[in-house]
Nanobody, 120 residues
């Protein structure tokens, strides 16, 4: 019943920006911790950022200062604004809904993912 659908992935050059969006159905994003994860080919999936019900945010050290996560209750979406992109940011990005902190607990729901490629 829960669906999370990511969009906005694409190709950008080093230093460029990209905005990802996660549209949720079956849940209200404001009632969950909403997180973003990424996985590069041959590497494990890693936490990127999350936004909590109170509006506080958390970021992986590798993206802190460059990425911003936000939510829009009216649209029931969660966005990830990425700037100053680097080739190492290349990965499949997935959004997730978590009953507890996405940074510390296994997400309950996952989206299908969207590809982000940063060229050098």
């Amino acid at each position: 019943q829960v669906q999370l659908v990511e969009s906005g992935g694409g190709l950008v050059q080093t230093g460029g920006s990209l905005r990802l969006s996660c549209t949720a159905s079956g849940i209200t994003v404001s009632a969950y911790d909403m997180g973003w994860f990424r996985q590069a080919p041959g590497k494990e999936r890693k936490f990127v950022a999350s936004i909590r019900r109170g509006g506080s945010t958390a970021y992986a050290d590798s993206v802190k200062g460059r990425f911003t996560v936000s939510s829009d209750s009216a649209k029931n979406t969660v966005d990830l604004q990425m700037s100053s992109l680097k080739p190492e940011d290349t990965a499949t990005y997935s959004c997730a809904a978590c009953l507890m902190d996405c940074r510390s607990f296994r997400p309950n729901f996952w989206g299908q993912g969207t590809q982000v490629t940063v060229s050098s």
